[in-house]
């Protein structure tokens, strides 16, 4: 079965600094992916998404994502961090062990960021 | 243009009661989903609807009841609450039918729900 795997359960990074987030997936054939957002008291939100072509994604707030198939990986990542980026952060992947209306999103546990001022 | 509504924020049921947590999107999406969140567990399925009139179960359904009363409108209901549906609720809407799992899911703000 696909999964989706995030390493880190909290991150707190510093104002300004960089920040990389680290999502793995099982998939033998080119995966679908996303990263969403949640902030505190708010529903979840796009960020980006990759389905196929340039590896680099650039998404909203200033956020990127780049997939490595042979590492099976999809980090999010944002140059220089602001205070309001504090939320937490899902990967998800979809599922295509099923046909058409069936198919769904495996979602990671998610990776709860702290910015420091 | 107000996305994704949910109706109530917040709620505290005691054991046994019954509810429905209501959804609403004006994006004229074909796919609505419910889902529940619970710490360490992520986001998990509960029901979905492709489409008008059709609704389909999700990984975790046990508990509960969905309609999709229109194409605006996707209730969920819980006839008998237990303690282990205590989680957050999250509606979400999705635009194509046809291949509505690769769109952009559109999240309401959440039910917050407690049960004693």
């Known amino acids: 079965a696909q999964s989706v795997t995030q390493p880190d359960i909290h991150i707190t990074v510093s104002e300004g600094a960089s920040l990389e987030l680290r999502c793995n997936y099982s998939y033998g054939a080119t995966p679908y992916l996303f990263w969403y957002v949640q902030s505190p008291g708010q529903g979840l939100q796009l960020l980006l998404k990759y389905f196929s072509g340039d590896t680099l994604v650039q998404g909203i707030k200033g956020f990127e994502a780049e997939f490595k198939r042979s590492q099976s990986s999809f980090n999010l990542r944002k140059p220089s961090v602001h205070w309001s980026d504090a939320a937490e952060y899902f990967c998800a992947v979809v599922d295509t062990n099923n046909a058409g209306n069936n198919r769904k999103l495996i979602w990671g546990l998610g990776t709860s960021l702290a910015v420091n001022p | 243009n107000a996305g994704v509504t949910q109706t109530p924020k917040f709620q505290v049921l005691k054991t046994g009661q019954s509810m429905t947590l209501q959804c609403a999107q004006d994006?004229?999406?074909?796919?609505m989903y419910w889902y529940r969140q619970d710490p360490g567990m992520g986001l998990r399925l509960i029901y979905y609807?492709?489409?008008?009139?059709?609704?389909d179960k999700g990984e975790v359904p046990n508990g509960y009841n969905v309609s999709r009363l229109n194409k605006r409108e996707f209730s969920l209901r819980l006839e008998s609450a237990a303690p282990s549906q205590t989680s957050v609720y999250f509606c979400a809407s999705s635009e194509d039918m046809r291949l509505a799992v690769y769109n952009e899911q559109f999240f309401g703000p959440g039910t917050r729900l407690t049960v004693l």
């Open positions: 609807s492709a489409s008008e009139g059709t609704t």
């Open positions: 994006m004229n999406h074909n796919s």
